[in-house]
């Protein structure tokens, strides 16, 4: 309670120093600054602001946002922003944090409201089968693996933020990305009406993108219903429910490791069913995904969950750009 209180009292000391005024007038030449959260929010603000905004990102690159934590410096930044856009506070508990420290004093968007549209996460899945004792057993496991994770090389820890009831990663389906672009969209209009129709032309030119995406995403999955995709977290839930494959995440939602009998399946299936590839996402670091892969002849194809940018990404690298080449994945992985 003292440091929320600290920050807030810092945040009030900081916004007083800036002086009074319009809040739109925080940036040079008027801009709005905006903070968003992960990369598709990013990347569509940017693209339906154009020149009237400056949006950065409060993921650094090559950062895990299941455990990022900001400092209290970056917090306080966030307060000088005039829009901070995240998918919803269940989705995304970084969001949580930051808007009970930011509080009134910068605009809070929740990008994604559709609850009816949310897959559950069914943080249990590795461990189905399992005796009573033999999931204390994987418990007791992962509490040792949780002391010793700094003697670890690998990035698959339970630390961090819980993703909750649901899977998070809604911005991969681009039905309900189109959903957080309109709201984006309406919200740029209404904090700067003079550029309404910008805004409504640059979202266009977007939702032509994300309406052909769906249709290249049909094309991908085409006669797939019932095949199974493996990835090394699960990640692939809502485009596994639109476009009738299955996805199993090596990893769970929040990167908890699966038991060994599930372990044990998964390898078993891979070989049975002779699967070529497995999905390896950009900053999921996974002994046992890679112990998989070395336990079956599968080969890893890049799909990037685009949480966030890695050093290894383009700098003009967009949503719709990071999304093509993750249809590309699917499609070698579903042929």
């Known amino acids: 309670m003292k440091f929320k209180a600290f920050l807030i009292l810092s945040i009030t000391l900081l916004l ?19 903070y968003t ?7 569509m603000t940017k693209e339906i602001g154009g020149d009237t905004v400056e949006v950065e990102s409060v993921y650094p690159k090559n950062v895990n946002i299941h455990s990022y ?29 930051i808007n009970d420290t930011i509080g009134s004093h910068t605009k809070s968007l929740a990008a994604f409201s559709s609850e009816d549209k949310l897959i559950e996460n069914d943080h249990d899945h590795n461990h189905e089968g399992e005796s009573e004792e033999e999931h204390a057993e ?33 911005w991969l389906d681009p039905n309900l990305a189109l959903e957080m672009a309109e709201n984006i969209t309406k919200t740029l209009s209404e904090m700067k ?16 993108d994300l309406v052909q995406m769906d249709k290249d995403l049909k094309d991908a999955t085409k006669n797939t219903d019932g095949k ?45 069913e002779k699967i070529p590839y497995i999905l ?26 685009l949480e966030t940018l890695t050093d290894k990404d383009p700098e003009d690298a967009t949503y719709q750009s990071m999304m093509n080449k993750n249809i590309e994945s699917l499609r070698s992985v579903l042929k």
């Open 16 to 34: 007083a120093a800036c002086g009074t005024g319009d809040k739109n007038t925080k940036t040079d030449g008027n801009k709005l600054h905006i």
């Open 37 to 43: 959260t992960v990369f598709p929010l990013y990347s």
């Open 69 to 97: 934590e900001p400092s209290q410096k970056d917090i306080l930044s966030y307060a000088e922003g005039d829009l901070f856009v995240f998918t919803n506070e269940e989705l995304d508990p970084l969001a949580k944090k």
């Open 138 to 170: 994987h418990e007791h496991e992962d509490e040792e693996a949780h002391d010793h994770g700094d003697e670890e090389s690998h990035d698959h820890s339970h630390d961090g933020h819980d993703h909750g009831a649901h899977d998070p990663h809604v």
């Open 193 to 208: 009406p003079e550029h309404k129709e910008l805004y409504e032309k640059n979202f266009n030119r977007l939702k032509d």
């Open 228 to 272: 199974t995709v493996y990835i090394s977290h699960e990640s692939i839930g809502y485009l596994a429910d639109r476009y009738h494959f299955e996805q199993v995440g090596i990893s769970g939602l929040n990167n908890e490791e699966p038991s060994q009998k599930a372990l044990t399946e998964m390898v078993t299936h891979i070989n049975e």
């Open 280 to 305: 390896y996402e950009q900053n999921v670091s996974s002994r046992v995904t890679d112990m998989i892969g070395r336990e079956t002849e599968t080969e890893f194809l890049p799909f990037h969950n």
